[in-house]
């Protein structure tokens, strides 16, 4: 399997699953595990389009730095409008390069972020031991990732759910990548010292959730992976469909990990 570019189109899809509740609160929460200080140097591995940079950039304050790196020439080229928008060209440094050969000095930064990027890289242990590599003693590694085996929707036909989440699970290198975090962190010479869920439920139907922005993925991974076009189409008419009270679930649940270079 190659590395996952993303394009224009999937920028601009990410942009709606960024902006939504779910996502956002995320991120707050990603932060605060993170804990960025005043003055602090970080990195954002796969920045994308600079949502998590630039929260952090505000954190680290004037004295800090964030330095965003993505393989995609797009994201970048967005990533850097999004950051001037904010004023933050000062603070935030991007480049175009592979989570597996960061373009950084050895033991420069004292956190490295990666969120959700690390199901997409085929080398993820090489990844992992480059971010390691970056640290300074004492700095920390915090990675967020899903097992998607553990996104569902209430739906008329369970079976076929399931059959498109594993369509869509193929489109990720590690698509149960949390699973094997916690060994990955200490096989890059990393202390582990956390791990904790973050549950994504929604109950309520709403066309901004994160839920919702999921539907076209799915449907885009079941029509190439050979499922039944009508029967795609029935199924997400279906999830959409539920907008009376008790009738629309989805769930999927991320984790959060935390490494530490030994000091």
């Known amino acids: 399997?190659?590395?996952?570019?993303?394009?224009?189109?999937?920028?601009?899809?990410?942009?709606r699953?960024?902006?939504?509740?779910?996502?956002?609160?995320?991120?707050?929460?990603?932060?605060?595990?993170?804990?960025?200080?005043?003055?602090?140097t970080g990195v954002d591995v796969g920045c994308g389009l600079a949502h998590l940079a630039i929260e952090l950039a505000q954190e680290v304050g004037p004295a800090g730095r964030i330095v965003g790196f993505d393989n995609s020439e797009t994201m970048v080229a967005a990533a850097k409008e999004r950051i001037?928008?904010?004023?933050?060209?000062?603070?935030?440094?991007?480049?175009?390069?592979?989570?597996?050969?960061?373009?950084?000095?050895?033991?420069?930064?004292?956190?490295?972020?990666?969120?959700?990027?690390?199901?997409?890289v085929p080398e993820v242990?090489?990844?992992?031991?480059?971010?390691?590599?970056?640290?300074?003693?004492?700095?920390?590694?915090?990675?967020?990732?899903?097992?998607?085996?553990?996104?569902v929707y209430e739906s008329t036909d369970l079976e076929l759910g399931r059959r498109m989440m594993q369509a869509r699970a193929l489109h990720f290198a590690h698509a149960q990548l949390p699973r094997q975090l916690h060994r990955l962190l200490r096989g890059a010479g990393l202390t582990f010292e956390?791990?904790?869920?973050?549950?994504?439920?929604?109950?309520?139907?709403d066309p901004q959730s994160f839920g919702a922005g999921l539907l076209p993925v799915l449907r885009s991974a079941a029509l190439k992976s050979g499922i039944d076009a009508a029967a795609v189409e029935a199924?997400?008419?279906?999830?959409?469909?539920?907008?009376?009270?008790?009738e629309y679930f989805f769930a999927a649940c991320r984790f959060i990990f935390v490494g530490r270079k030994p000091t």
């Not at 609160?25 to 003055?39: D, I, N, S, W, Y």
């Not at 956390?194 to 139907?205: D, G, K, L, S, Y």
Request: glycine share 6%; charged share 25%; aromatic share 8%.
């Open 194 to 205: 956390r791990c904790e869920a973050f549950p994504i439920v929604e109950t309520q139907w």
């Open 84 to 120: 001037a928008g904010a004023g933050l060209e000062g603070r935030i440094s991007l480049a175009q390069c592979d989570a597996t050969a960061l373009d950084l000095a050895d033991a420069s930064a004292d956190f490295v972020a990666v969120a959700q990027v690390y199901s997409y």
């Open 1 to 15: 399997m190659t590395v996952a570019v993303f394009n224009a189109k999937a920028a601009a899809h990410l942009e």
């Open 235 to 246: 199924w997400i008419a279906d999830i959409r469909s539920r907008s009376g009270d008790g």
């Open 17 to 40: 699953m960024y902006a939504s509740p779910q996502v956002a609160a995320q991120r707050r929460r990603f932060r605060e595990v993170l804990a960025a200080q005043p003055g602090e």
């Open 125 to 151: 242990a090489r990844a992992i031991a480059e971010a390691a590599r970056v640290l300074r003693p004492g700095g920390r590694l915090v990675v967020l990732e899903t097992d998607w085996d553990l996104c």
